[in-house]
C-alpha cells in the first residue's frame, strides 16, 4: 500500500500495488519488487522496493526514483518530485484461500 500526495490539488489517493508489477497514477509509472511487514510482535515496520519512472510526451522517460522506503521513516529516503509525494504505507499480504471442502 502506497500514499501520493497531488501537492497542486493537495488530493492523496491509497495505491495498491501488486509485488513485480507496475501500476500508473497520472505521469508516474510505479513498480513494487519487494515488500515485507515485521511480524505483529515486533516494532511496526514495512520495508518497499520500489523503482518509479516519469512519462512524459515531450522527452524520455526519468526514473525519479530507486530504492527503499520504510513506512516509518518516510524522509529517510524521499521521492523528490515537483507535484507528487508518495510514501510507503503498509505491505497487505493476500489473504490465504479457504478451504472449499464439500465433502461431508
Excluded at 75 to 91: K, Q
Aim: aromatic letters at 6%; a negative charge.
Amino acid at each position: 500500500m502506497l500514499r501520493v500526495l497531488d501537492k497542486v490539488s493537495a488530493r492523496h489517493v491509497d495505491l495498491q500495488v501488486p509485488v513485480g508489477q507496475t501500476v500508473e497514477f497520472a505521469t508516474l509509472d510505479i513498480r513494487v519488487d519487494y515488500c515485507r511487514s515485521r511480524p505483529p510482535e515486533e516494532r511496526p515496520e514495512s520495508f518497499v522496493l520500489l523503482s518509479i519512472t516519469e512519462r512524459a510526451p515531450d522527452r524520455e522517460d526519468i526514473q525519479v526514483f530507486d530504492g527503499w522506503m520504510l513506512a516509518s521513516l518516510p524522509s529517510l529516503n524521499p521521492l523528490e518530485h515537483p507535484v507528487y509525494d508518495l510514501w510507503a504505507v503498509d505491505c497487505l499480504m493476500e489473504q490465504p484461500a479457504e478451504n472449499d471442502d464439500t465433502d461431508g
